[in-house]
């Protein structure tokens, strides 16, 4: 079983649509969590730094984390053509371990 | 600005020929990492490297070798042995607190 379970999609929504992705994870010992976003051949950019439980936004962006059922999402609203790209998740124990990440989830906004 | 560069942005391997892999950061960060991408495969790690003159394999390390003789500099190694190279490499480094600044990627195909 992989430590990181993400859809890889591909997701299509027509712009203005509300977004959700998702990840599970089978270690309980995550804590932090990272949502990145990667455009076609370029590297992943950070999106969402979270810490347990919980929700946080930025701006159009919300980071869940439900740690009982070890499970993150990510919400994008009113979304428009260039939130394009693939989405990762990553987690770790702790911040000085290396992150494990899921396989990504192609996301195309429809104008 | 601060950030990570790697180089070259293409590369091209003969069969039996190692190719390195550049990459450089003036982020001042401890860690830096090396991950091959793969359709629907995520980011695998292949080294990564705490500290200057220290570096730890990763989970697909076989094939690969690395040098960390300056805090900046984590040059990427694929030798003869790696027998399918072709792949997206992704260089990062990491803060404790501000999670993975990754570099725009090596896409590397063997000729």
């Known amino acids: 079983q992989k430590e990181v379970e993400q859809d890889p999609g591909p997701l299509s929504v027509p712009e203005g649509a509300i977004v959700s992705l998702n990840c599970t994870y089978s270690n309980s010992a995550f804590q932090y969590f990272m949502w990145y976003r990667q455009y076609s051949r370029k590297g992943p950019e950070l999106l969402m730094y979270t810490y347990s439980s919980g929700n946080k936004e930025d701006g159009r962006f919300t980071a869940q984390v439900d740690k009982s059922s070890k499970y993150i999402s990510l919400f994008i609203r009113d979304s428009q053509p260039s939130d394009s790209a693939t989405y990762l998740c990553?987690?770790?124990?702790?911040?000085?371990?290396?992150?494990?990440f899921g396989t990504g989830t192609s996301l195309t906004v429809i104008p | 600005d601060g950030g990570i560069t790697q180089s070259p942005k293409y590369l091209f391997r003969k069969e039996g020929q190692n190719v390195t892999l550049s990459c450089e950061q003036n982020l001042n960060h401890d860690a830096m990492y090396w991950y091959r991408q793969d359709p629907g495969q995520g980011l695998r790690l292949i080294y990564y490297?705490?500290?200057?003159?220290?570096?730890q394999k990763g989970d697909i390390a076989e094939g690969y070798s690395v040098s960390r003789e300056k805090k900046e500099s984590f040059p990427l190694t694929v030798t003869s042995a790696q027998k399918n190279p072709t792949a997206f490499y992704l260089c990062?480094?990491?803060?404790?607190?501000?999670?993975?600044?990754f570099g725009s990627g090596t896409r590397l195909t063997v000729v």
């Open positions: 490297s705490q500290i200057v003159n220290d570096f």
């Open positions: 990062a480094s990491k803060d404790t607190f501000y999670g993975y600044t």
């Open positions: 990553a987690m770790s124990p702790n911040t000085g371990n290396q992150f494990y």
